[in-house]
């Protein structure tokens, strides 16, 4: 089992829970960030630092958002990136999973707010 980044963390990528995660398996994606389910060692520290709540135990995810446990596995599948052993060595991808690509702006309000534009 693994921790998944669901739909609240598109277009913010507050980072908070990059910082908190002692294996370094959470990954930036052009538009959102994402889990690396082959590095993760499902310790939790993630997910009570993420301020758009985004974080959810795989069993855990809301059926509206379950496609983003898949997201977050094919974002390292479909482009090779595979298990690189550490975000920070890999750095940012141009990329994300087509599902969030395909997605219209997402959490403006919190994005203002934050000038994170």
Same mark, same amino acid.
């Given at each position: 089992?693994?921790?998944?980044?669901?739909?609240?963390?598109?277009?913010?990528?507050? +980072?908070?829970?990059?910082?908190?995660?002692?294996?370094?398996?959470?990954?930036?994606?052009?538009?959102?960030?994402?889990? %690396?389910?082959?590095?993760?060692?499902?310790? !939790?520290?993630?997910?009570?630092?993420?301020?758009?709540?985004?974080?959810?135990?795989?069993?855990?995810?809301?059926?509206?958002?379950?496609?983003?446990? +898949?997201? %977050?596995?094919?974002?390292?599948?479909?482009?090779?990136?595979?298990? &690189?052993? !550490?975000?920070?060595?890999?750095?940012?991808?141009?990329?994300?999973? &087509?599902?969030?690509?395909?997605?219209?702006?997402? %959490?403006?309000?919190? +994005?203002?707010? %934050?000038?994170?534009?």
């Amino acid at each position: 089992m693994t921790y998944v980044i669901a739909q609240p963390c598109v277009d913010v990528k507050d +980072r908070a829970c990059v910082d908190e995660c002692p294996v370094d398996c959470i990954y930036e994606g052009e538009r959102s960030l994402y889990i %690396n389910a082959d590095e993760c060692v499902d310790c !939790g520290a993630c997910e009570p630092v993420c301020p758009t709540e985004a974080i959810f135990y795989e069993d855990d995810v809301p059926d509206e958002w379950e496609d983003y446990t +898949r997201a %977050n596995i094919d974002f390292f599948e479909l482009q090779g990136l595979g298990s &690189p052993g !550490g975000a920070q060595s890999a750095g940012p991808q141009p990329y994300d999973d &087509p599902m969030v690509a395909a997605l219209p702006p997402q %959490n403006e309000d919190y +994005r203002e707010a %934050n000038g994170l534009d």
